[in-house]
């Protein structure tokens, strides 16, 4: 059960890391 609520928590970690630097290249492009 730990372990499968900290698998969680990385995969949200990284899904958002992965949409803020989707985001962050949108910007650099826009500029």
Same mark, same amino acid.
Do not use: V
């Given at each position: 059960?730990? +372990?499968k609520k900290s698998g969680? =928590? =990385?995969t949200v970690l990284v899904a958002?890391?992965?949409l803020i630097a989707s +985001?962050?290249?949108d910007n %650099? %492009?826009?500029k």
């Open positions: 059960m730990k +372990l969680k =928590i =990385i958002t890391a992965a +985001l962050a290249n %650099k %492009k826009s």
